[in-house]
């Protein structure tokens, strides 16, 4: 698939992975890449971007035998942007497949 | 080239120090760094964790272009957006007709606009000099022109120009509002790298 359409979707889709559990950047890159092919370099900029907008903050937690991991969370205001986008995207999607599929007027 | 975490961080460093300030440089390499870390625990070589991720020069390139665009949002200059467009065009040779045509055309724009505004206002006091000199007995060279028309129509010529700089300056205004909005879109939709994992 061509990689706009996967970079146009990948914000909604770290937005959601937040929204789901606060994650280190990891962990987040694995659930996203586990399922859309893309290049995991560029969600750090995007998590960066999120944190710029202020729509996650980050914090620091100890983790089983290794070095402090920095863990994304969301703030209130991303969780509401999550929200927004997500209806929009739900929408979005149904009418395209929708469409698509002419569920319809395969009759007429 | 050996591709390990080293050598990852160390181009991400050697191609971001001159534009980021050092904590937000700290910052973005703590993360690569953890990414090289977590991987290595979870059983995956350092090889297979780059190819994962991009190049590192392809990481600074998209890091840079981004930092770049949110600086000319916050301090508006010629220089900043110049900066912020040209780093933009390195993400991709197709931004040669995305990036580099329209930023051109509309600079040109401006420009003509700029130059018919002051052509417009200097060309008022030219004229109404020539009416007043016809007013004053001088013989009428090259076109004939009625005095007191003259000096109505060299008002307004001046003031037509005046409206074009004035205006050329809110276009301008426009221009780098809706352009630092197109390069964020670019920068976080159209460009970059399929991912090889």
């Known amino acids: 698939m061509n990689i706009q359409f996967k970079k146009g979707v990948l914000e909604i889709c770290v937005l959601s992975v937040l929204a789901y559990k606060d994650c280190y950047g990891y962990e987040l890159v694995n659930e996203i890449s586990k399922r859309i092919d893309i290049s995991e370099g560029t969600i750090y900029p995007l998590l960066h971007r999120l944190k710029d907008e202020g729509y996650v903050t980050t914090y620091l937690q100890e983790s089983a035998g290794g070095a402090p991991r920095k863990y994304y969370r969301l703030t209130d205001s991303g969780r ?3 929200h927004e986008r997500k209806e929009e995207w739900m929408r979005f999607a149904a009418s395209v497949n929708a469409l698509l599929e002419r569920k319809n007027d395969a009759a007429e | 080239m050996l591709q390990n975490e080293q050598e990852f961080i160390r181009i991400l460093k050697d191609r971001l120090s001159g534009t980021l300030a050092k904590e937000e440089l700290d910052d973005i390499v703590s993360d690569y760094a953890e990414h090289f870390q977590v991987g290595r625990a979870n059983g995956r070589s350092d090889e297979e964790l780059w190819r994962s991720l991009g190049s590192p020069e392809d990481v ?5 272009a981004m930092h770049l665009v949110k600086k000319a949002e916050s301090v508006k200059s010629c220089s900043n957006i110049f900066h912020a467009v040209l780093a933009t065009l390195g993400l991709g040779l197709f931004n040669l007709v995305f990036v580099l045509a329209p930023f051109l055309l509309l600079v040109c724009m401006l420009v003509v606009v700029l130059i018919l505004g002051f052509v417009f206002t200097i060309t008022g006091p030219v004229t109404l000099l020539y009416s007043v000199l016809q007013m004053a007995g001088l013989p009428a060279f090259a076109i004939w022109l009625n005095p ?9 010529i001046t003031t037509t120009g005046l409206l074009l700089i004035i205006g050329d300056y809110y276009l301008a205004r426009f221009f780098y509002r809706v352009g630092i909005a197109y390069l964020k879109w670019n920068i976080s939709v159209i460009t970059g790298t399929e991912g090889t994992a």
């Open chain 1, 80 to 82: 509401k942007e999550e």
């Open chain 2, 60 to 64: 600074a390139r998209e890091i840079k």
């Open chain 2, 148 to 156: 007191v028309a003259g000096i109505f129509i060299s008002v307004g």
